[in-house]
Each structure stands twice: as structure tokens, then as C-alpha cells.
């Protein structure tokens, strides 16, 4: 079965350092991966979306990138958090093609507070 | 530009009784998911509809997708406090594998 590995859960960090959160597919491969945040509860905002090593669209310009070294591996990163940055981060992958019914599985999150 | 739009945005009821929340669109999607979603977790998909006055059923909850593929509701009969959560609908186009996500129906099932 497939499984999707997101971390750390929670991280504070000061303004102006960097970030670098990971998240990692098990189980399939050549997945379209993608990360998302999500202010108060509420909707999902795309960041970044990948469909294959090396392959980055970025939805939002923004103080963020994101780089997939790896097939399954996709690293959300920031070389200075401003206070804006901070809120739930997740990552999600599906599979390719047409067939919708598999939807999104995403990660159990991230929950980032830059202070 | 595709949008989602979810109503309401918040519900609060009591614990038995039944509700309807909507998805709505002006776009053609080819196919609408609902995702639930609940505090510090990531969404979890509940059921995907593909084809235009699609009706699929999970227990107590029901969801319709409208004929003409720009629209969809849940509903839910004899609510319990399990159902508790954050739902959001999302669509996918016809164009790559993103879909877009409304903003979410908050709901509160009082015990």
C-alpha cells in the first residue's frame, strides 16, 4: 500500500532563518507530488507542483521553493521565513493520468510558526 | 479562472439531525471530489464523482454530482458528532492532474 511521510509536525522558527520541510512517498512511483498551505482552517492555497524529478511549477510567487531530488522525496524550502509564511503545510501526491478516483492523499501536515 | 465555491461556511446542528452542504461552480469540472478534514491532520478523500447526476452513498453520507458537472452536494442523514470536520469539495479539469479546492464547509455536530 502506498504511504506518505510528512516532517516535522510542528516547527517554530525565528524571522529570517531558513526552512527546509521533507516529505517522502512510499509504495508507488512516478507520483505527481504537490504542497499546499492552508491558512485557519480553512482552504487549501497550491504551492508548488511536480510531476516529475527535477520538474517544479510554482502556483504562487512567493518567499518558497521546492525541489524533487528524488522520484518519491519532495523538499519544501525558504532561505529567510517572514512572519507570512507561517501556517499548515501539507504535501500531497497522486497518480497520473485521467482516472480521478484516487484523488489526493496527503501528509498529516505541518504545523509552522515563524516568530 | 476555476472557481469553488462551498456553502455554508459554517454549520453548527444537533446530534440526529440531517443537512445538506453545496459546491458550486460556473466551471465544467470532470470530476469533484469531497475531502473531510480534521484538526491538525491532512484531508482524507471521501468519495469521487465523475459522471454529470452521479449519486454515490457511504453510509449516512450522500453526494450528488449535478448534470451538468458544475456542481455537487453532500448530505448527511441523522448526523452524529463523528462528522465533525472540515469538508472540501475539489474539482479536477480537463487540462494536467491539478484540481482546485473550495474554501470548506466547517461543521459542528452538537451531542
Known amino acids: 500500500s502506498q504511504t506518505i511521510h510528512q516532517w516535522p509536525a510542528t516547527l517554530v522558527q525565528p524571522v529570517g532563518s531558513p526552512l527546509s520541510l521533507e516529505c517522502t512517498v512510499e509504495?508507488?512511483?512516478?507520483?505527481?507530488l504537490y504542497w499546499y498551505r492552508q491558512a485557519a482552517g480553512r482552504g487549501l492555497q497550491l504551492l508548488f507542483y511536480?510531476?516529475?524529478?527535477?520538474?517544479i511549477s510554482s502556483e504562487v510567487p512567493q518567499n518558497l521553493s521546492a525541489s524533487r531530488p528524488q522520484d518519491r522525496q519532495f523538499i519544501l524550502s525558504s532561505k529567510k521565513l517572514l512572519l507570512s509564511d507561517s501556517g499548515f503545510y501539507l504535501c500531497a501526491w497522486s497518480r497520473k493520468g485521467p482516472d480521478r478516483k484516487h484523488g489526493y492523499t496527503f501528509g498529516s501536515g505541518t504545523r509552522l510558526t515563524v516568530v | 479562472t476555476q472557481l469553488l465555491e462551498q456553502s455554508p461556511q459554517f454549520l453548527s446542528i444537533q446530534e440526529g439531525e440531517n443537512l445538506t452542504v453545496y459546491c458550486n461552480s460556473s466551471s465544467v469540472f470532470s470530476s469533484l471530489q469531497w475531502y473531510r478534514q480534521e484538526p491538525g491532520e491532512g484531508p482524507v478523500l471521501l468519495v469521487t464523482?465523475?459522471?454529470?447526476?452521479e449519486v454515490k452513498k457511504l453510509k449516512r453520507l450522500t453526494f450528488q454530482f449535478g448534470d451538468a458537472r458544475k456542481d455537487s452536494s453532500l448530505h448527511i442523514t441523522a448526523a452524529q458528532p463523528g462528522d465533525t470536520g472540515l469538508y472540501l469539495c475539489?474539482?479536477?479539469?480537463?487540462?494536467?492532474?491539478?484540481?482546485?479546492f473550495g474554501k470548506g464547509t466547517r461543521l459542528h455536530i452538537l451531542p
Open positions: 464523482v465523475v459522471t454529470g447526476g
Open positions: 511536480s510531476v516529475g524529478i527535477g520538474q
Open positions: 475539489a474539482g479536477g479539469g480537463n487540462r494536467d492532474d491539478k484540481i482546485i
Open positions: 509504495g508507488t512511483s512516478n507520483p505527481n
